[in-house]
């Protein structure tokens, strides 16, 4: 990855499409994969997109140079995700598509991201969210900047930059049970943060006609120099190799007031190791 650029800073944000939270999740076909029919922008990338507007906005915004680029990978559906960073206000899109990106897993998925960046490339920054909302591993933050050697801050809930003739260094807090860390590091960086760093905002009426005149790039595997084996199926390391319904919920139980039922709660209660 090349160095920060001096004449405005290019930010990448990694958004992915994933089953709405709102509807049970299911795993189907032969190869076990998520049924993605019910899927939306993560909600846990909107953070980190109102983390690379917010920043760009405190250093001069467009104007000044700066780029914020929505990336991700997936089938057909998958550029909704891009769609929607586009109309909140991400500058332009870019979304990898592949039959043979299908089954990857997160080694899988972060070597393609990587080769996606650096085929777009340079950034000055790449912002991730802290997790996926469908795989939940927090895995591929840590590996894509190990792929493309950058320093990594990963839970951040607070991001700083500050710019000394033309070098940025970037300040971030990660906040533990306890007590807080305070990290910096040097652009070009790779951060993902956690959803208590903003507020993200909703893409409004202007910002959903604008972006239908923004570039949206689609690109396949080829087009990034990976051969189909690497990835998917074949290049993940893990596999799903069964999966079955969740078992119902059982009932629960009921305490009628009879005058004891304070103390039969009480009982309940330390019997499950609660008090």
């Given at each position: 990855?090349?160095e920060?650029t ?9 958004v ?8 049970d999740r299911h ?16 909600e846990l ?14 250093h001069?915004g ?20 891009v769609k929607?960073?586009?109309?909140i ?6 979304h ?7 089954g990857?897993?997160a080694?899988?998925?972060s070597k ?6 650096r ?9 991730t969210?802290?997790?996926s909302t ?8 840590a590996?894509?900047a ?9 839970f951040?809930?607070?991001i ?5 003739d033309?070098?940025?260094t ?7 049970d306890s007590f807080?860390e ?5 652009l ?11 507020e993200?905002?909703y893409?409004?009426?202007k910002?959903?006609?604008a ?5 949206l790039?689609v ?11 690497e990835?998917?199926f ?17 009932q629960g139980?009921?305490i009628?007031?009879e005058?004891?039922?304070?103390i039969?709660?009480?009982?309940f ?7």
């Amino acid at each position: 990855m090349d160095e920060a650029t001096a004449d405005g800073l290019r930010i990448a944000v990694l958004v992915k499409h994933v089953p709405d939270a709102q509807f049970d999740r299911h795993i189907g076909g032969d190869d076990l994969t998520t049924v993605r029919s019910e899927s939306i922008l993560s909600e846990l990338d909107e953070y980190a997109l109102e983390a690379a507007l917010q920043i760009v906005e405190a250093h001069g915004g467009a104007a000044a140079g700066h780029r914020v680029t929505a990336l991700t990978m997936g089938p057909a559906p998958a550029v909704n995700a891009v769609k929607k960073s586009l109309q909140i206000g991400a500058d332009d899109g870019v979304h990898l598509i592949d039959e043979a990106l299908r089954g990857s897993d997160a080694a899988a998925s972060s070597k393609a991201l990587a080769a996606l960046l650096r085929h777009v490339g340079p950034f000055d920054l790449i912002l991730t969210g802290m997790a996926s909302t469908d795989g939940e591993t927090s895995l591929v933050p840590a590996q894509l900047a190990e792929r493309l050697e950058l320093p990594q801050v990963t839970f951040a809930a607070s991001i700083e930059l500050t710019n000394d003739d033309g070098s940025w260094t970037l300040a971030a807090r990660r906040d533990n049970d306890s007590f807080a860390e305070n990290i910096e590091a040097t652009l070009p960086a790779l951060v993902s943060v956690t959803d208590q760093i903003n507020e993200p905002r909703y893409p409004n009426f202007k910002g959903i006609m604008a972006a239908k005149k923004k570039q949206l790039q689609v690109l396949t595997l080829a087009d990034i120099g990976l051969q189909p084996d690497e990835v998917g199926f074949a290049g993940s390391w893990t596999r799903v190799e069964a999966a079955s319904p969740r078992p119902p919920r059982s009932q629960g139980i009921i305490i009628t007031d009879e005058g004891d039922a304070g103390i039969r709660l009480v009982d309940f209660l330390a019997g499950q190791k609660l008090l």
